[in-house]
């Protein structure tokens, strides 16, 4: 009876043994796997509401932001300064599709003008002027979008900038895919 009582003891041991060895695997995986950028993809993740196209862009720019760490870091196979750029090229142009970029100005001075008969206001845009910050070409706008509503991206071409922006995107992410991700 007292070996199988000392028996059971020294088991007991090796367990603590085992799971503090376990413990300090895991907790060694967790600093090795939680950087800078996966904890970014994470807020994206938890923080984001999903009901709109955003969301998924924010999602894919964070994990992109942080396989250009992981490329660079690592360097695993020839070529992976052609991948990094792709996925910084990938990661500025999300940013063009989402906004983040403001590509237009108005000069001007705005004024509002009550409406007869009612509480309201309007904007008197007749003295505001519509400045887009970037070149873009408009020749090309059938490529990229409707025939139909063309002359309304044309009179807006930071829209249109937009649009050549997520064409090129997916593009580039159709051609490329494969090698960021494998």
């Known amino acids: 009876m007292k070996v199988e009582a000392s028996k059971s003891f020294f088991d007991s041991i090796k367990n603590l043994n085992s799971w503090k060895s376990k413990y300090r ?68 142009l999300i940013d063009i599709i989402l906004d983040k970029k403001s590509l237009f100005h108005y000069d001007g001075k705005i004024q509002f003008l009550p409406i007869e008969n009612s509480e309201d206001v309007e904007l008197d845009g007749s003295k505001l002027v519509y400045h887009c910050d970037v070149k873009v070409n408009t020749k090309n706008a059938d490529r990229f979008v409707d025939t139909k509503s063309n002359k309304w991206y044309v009179e807006h071409p930071d829209e249109l900038y937009k649009e050549k922006a997520k064409y090129l995107y997916h593009k580039i992410r159709l051609e490329r895919d494969f090698d960021w991700w494998d």
């Open 25 to 92: 695997n895991f907790k060694t995986w967790i600093k090795y796997h939680t950087t800078k950028e996966f904890k970014n993809l994470l807020k994206v993740v938890l923080k984001s509401y999903p009901w709109d196209y955003g969301y998924l862009y924010e999602i894919e720019q964070a994990k992109i932001a942080e396989m250009i760490e992981h490329h660079r870091k690592r360097q695993f196979f020839e070529g992976w300064e052609q991948v990094v750029r792709d996925m910084e090229i990938c990661y500025k």
